[in-house]
């Protein structure tokens, strides 16, 4: 009624529309007070190794802790910021040093302030006109980008994942073998063939699957006992897919398989591609940070005879997920010709300012993150120097670790690495004296399930652990983070022996 007597109340469908809706003061306080509590418990302690790596609890546990029922009436003020210490509680601390359980960790300063700035932007980076800064990052960041991969030019977008920049990738290997499929469909289409191999990421399949290739037109090509894959299978197969009439276009080679850290030998690959008239992407999404640095880049020798190149820097480089390019060395539109709708209420030609800035018609999706930033700003902060030394340090840290699972007892390595994937058995002492055969192998099977489930449960810290193509569970360290030090590789090794003393 205060408000109907005001001086040009508006009062529609039994709304008034009269002032904002929203309490700007009660807002910037809330903003204010839990980005403190960000920074006291998230920014502050990630580099506290005398803090959880995570406060585990059960599924029904949390959902009780957590109150996560939506009612009809909002909380108050106090109750959302005990929620928000809830969640940061009993999330998973990624940037803790000895978080090393998966293919990202750690904490850049740089790159999440760059993350603060976007989401309270909240841009979304399709058009010039809406997104003018980030549009001109994301250029310059996959100029360079292109330069470290050793192309004269080329062209890329960011996207949601490594994982979407494969199916990019394959999406654009088959419009360039057969262009009329995007306005035609499959229908008439031969029987298309890819090859990749046996390690590739499994995104590689979900991709075949999601743009109606089929699975069963993967062929993956056996890799050797270091999981590259083995070019004169790749010959074999190429050849085999002709001879039945199928029509190969794409063949994937992996720089930095997930789980073993393998290199496919590129140069070999690329003589293959070039004699068939094949499309050569590389996933590159886990070995490409290898790029920046002078003395490891040789691990992807050959990577500029790639037609394509998914890179993540969210991962060894700490960009913050997400951050993943999609290269192409092709630089006539390409990218552009195969994805673009061209949406007439989104990119006119006709509008006051250069229109090629108007990028997002290259993408598959219409709002898209401006993901590029995180690299952009960190990179300004680093340098190209700096980028450098992580890749170096880290690599440098599994180094030193492999040399120390060499000296315990108790402690087998799989392979010799390459890259930053330390994959090893824990044999706890009750098997050492056992003959090696069925039984022994079954019960080493069980161990690093046993010891992952104690270190969560205490908090100590998280590694991962895996069977792989008939080897029983063993335990896969990835060193990333530039918080870890080799303090925390020790502590590692000593604290697998204490949880399995009893084993």
């Not at 890329?156 to 199916?167: H, L, R």
């Not at 691990?299 to 480089?317: C, E, F, Q, T, Y």
């Not at 030609?349 to 401006?370: E, L, M, N």
């Amino acid at each position: 009624q205060e408000m109907l007597q005001k001086k040009n109340a508006v009062l529609v469908d039994g709304v008034i529309l009269n002032g904002p809706i929203m309490d700007s003061k009660a807002g910037e306080k809330f903003v204010e007070e839990a980005c403190k509590i960000i920074m006291e418990e998230v920014v502050q302690k990630a580099d506290d190794v005398t803090e959880k790596v995570c406060e585990w609890q059960a599924p029904e546990t949390l959902k009780r802790i957590l109150d996560l029922e939506m009612r009809d009436t909002g909380e108050c003020h106090q109750k959302l910021l005990q929620l928000c210490r809830d969640v940061i509680q009993y999330s998973v601390k990624t940037s803790h040093p000895r978080f090393f359980n998966q293919l990202y960790a750690g904490i850049d300063y740089y790159s999440l302030v760059a993350r603060f700035i976007t989401e309270a932007l909240n841009p979304s980076v399709y058009t010039y006109e809406v997104s003018p800064v980030f549009l001109l990052v994301e250029e310059a960041v996959i100029k360079k980008m292109i330069e470290f991969i050793g192309w004269e030019e080329g062209d890329g977008i960011f996207n949601p994942g490594g994982s979407v920049s494969n199916m990019y990738a394959m999406n654009l290997a088959r419009y360039k073998f057969c262009p009329e499929i995007k306005e035609k469909g499959l229908s008439g289409l031969p029987r298309l063939v890819l090859f990749t191999s046996e390690e590739c990421h499994y995104s590689m399949k979900k991709a075949a699957s999601f743009l109606g290739i089929g699975t069963e037109n993967v062929y993956f090509i056996r890799t050797d006992e270091r999981g590259k894959m083995i070019p004169e299978e790749l010959e074999k197969q190429v050849q085999r897919a002709r001879k039945e009439g199928s029509a190969p276009f794409l063949v994937c080679a992996t720089a930095g398989t997930t789980v073993l850290g393998a290199f496919d030998p590129l140069d070999k690959i690329a003589d293959i591609c070039e004699k068939h008239g094949l499309w050569l992407h590389v996933d590159a999404s886990w070995g490409g940070s290898a790029l920046i640095s002078r003395k490891h880049c040789r691990l992807l020798h050959g990577i500029h005879r790639a037609d394509s190149v998914a890179w993540n820097p969210h991962k060894m480089l700490l960009a913050g997920i997400q951050c993943c390019a999609l290269l192409v060395k092709d630089n006539s539109g390409l990218l552009k010709k195969c994805y673009s709708a061209e949406a007439a209420y989104l990119f006119q030609q006709d509008k006051f300012y250069d229109v090629s800035y108007d990028t997002g018609d290259k993408s598959i999706q219409c709002s898209r993150r401006p993901d590029a930033f995180k690299f952009w700003l960190m990179w300004k902060a680093l340098g190209t120097t700096g980028l450098e030394e992580r890749v170096n340090r880290a690599l440098a840290l599994a180094r030193y670790l492999v040399e120390e699972i060499k000296k315990r007892e108790g402690f087998q390595l799989l392979l010799e690495p390459e890259y930053a994937n330390v994959c090893f058995w824990y044999i706890p002492p009750s098997l050492r004296e056992m003959e090696d055969g069925p039984e022994f192998w079954q019960k080493l099977h069980q161990v690093a399930p046993v010891i992952k489930e104690r270190m969560m449960k205490k908090g100590s810290m998280m590694l991962g652990y895996q069977p792989h193509r008939g080897k029983v569970n063993f335990f896969r360290q990835v060193v990333i983070s530039p918080q870890v030090s080799r303090e925390d590789m020790d502590f590692l090794l000593d604290e697998i022996e204490l949880l399995a003393k009893d084993l």
